[in-house]
């Protein structure tokens, strides 16, 4: 018996970035709001972090509050109508509850409902995950125009009294609308997992655990010297990939937006690449902290705020982290 042949989509050749959305948490959170339960001092965060304030959502808040408002601004200054959003993917680790999924809350309040909506989990690499996935989903015909989130509400996951992580970590979103284009305007994407290294960057219990009383309420945890090297020597390599991968070289940037975890790994993060003086580097951390997901589209949302002249240009983005895990790729700014 001879089949039928079955009908495959296809979609365009190429995707861009139309328009980026943010939003922060409400609250600056200083230093020196934090040091006392760690025992230790402004100068010493600013010195190993560069981080001088983070945003940190108030308690009525959520992550997926943050993730509606980023969304929002995006479609407005894409200037697409929002009910031909046809795929929302929101990345992040800070969903309050498991299920539903964030991406289809925020579909329906930004009037995309009934747009296929997801979450990943992929950390601090989750936005150029998500990035690589709805740019292909489109070039596949499977969606005309995505809304692409970051969101974090790192908050919820803080122990106060923890020196590893807690004084990075702020809250935010940052969002995409990415549709077919003329031209290539998002390259190849380099992402990766190293689940041997899972512990390097995870949650110190379990909800199970919670639950049945046998420990706390589960909060962020990071071996910081370990996880300093892997970002310094082996992030670095990728970002060449993803260069080489794009078919440019680092005096073609316009932009490099690095994932905010450190200013020392970004300032070393510029050496190890040999970035001419030209090329502007995304500094986000300083005063919104490391909001895993949301930190690179909230990098260059405040970039493009800043340098409007970088429109056009292209820009290097990578995120990493928990997994471990990695991504990176070449976009054009809009």
Not at 144 to 173: H, M, N, Q, W
Not at 286 to 310: D, I
């Amino acid at each position: 018996m001879t089949s039928p042949t079955l009908t495959q989509a296809t979609g365009p050749a190429h995707t861009r970035i139309y328009a980026y959305g943010a939003a922060r948490g409400e609250n600056f959170v200083t230093n020196d709001d934090l040091i006392e339960p760690i025992n230790s001092s402004d100068e010493w965060i600013r010195q190993r972090t560069g981080i001088v304030t983070r945003t940190r959502a108030v308690p009525e808040t959520s992550a997926t509050d943050l993730a509606i408002t980023a969304a929002r601004e995006a479609v407005e200054r894409s200037g697409i109508d929002p009910a031909k959003i046809d795929l929302v993917i929101c990345a992040t680790i800070s969903n309050a509850r498991q299920t539903p999924s964030m991406s289809a809350v925020v579909a329906d309040a930004i009037g995309a409902n009934p747009a296929p909506a997801y979450d990943t989990n992929a950390a601090c690499a989750g936005f150029a995950y998500a990035v690589a996935q709805a740019d292909a989903l489109i070039r596949a015909g499977a969606g005309t125009y995505a809304v692409v989130i970051g969101a974090e509400k790192l908050s919820d996951v803080v122990d106060p009294t923890d020196r590893s992580i807690s004084f990075l970590l702020g809250d935010g979103a940052g969002a995409v609308v990415i549709g077919p284009s003329d031209f290539p305007g998002i390259s190849a994407t380099v992402w990766g997992s190293d689940g041997s290294r899972a512990d390097t960057v995870s949650m110190n219990h379990t909800l199970i655990e919670f639950r049945d009383g046998t420990a706390p309420w589960p909060t962020l945890r990071q071996e910081g010297p370990s996880v300093f090297r892997w970002a310094v020597w082996e992030m670095a390599k990728v970002a060449k990939r993803a260069l080489e991968a794009a078919g440019i070289e680092a005096k073609d940037l316009a932009a490099f937006v690095p994932h905010q975890a450190n200013m020392r790994i970004i300032d070393e993060f510029a050496k190890q690449l040999g970035l001419p003086e030209s090329v502007v580097i995304g500094r986000d951390i300083e005063t919104t902290g490391n909001t895993s997901a949301a930190s690179v589209p909230l990098a260059t949302h405040r970039l493009l705020e800043e340098h409007p002249e970088l429109s056009g240009g292209l820009a290097l983005q990578i995120g990493f982290g928990a997994g471990l895990v990695y991504g990176a790729q070449v976009v054009v700014l809009p």
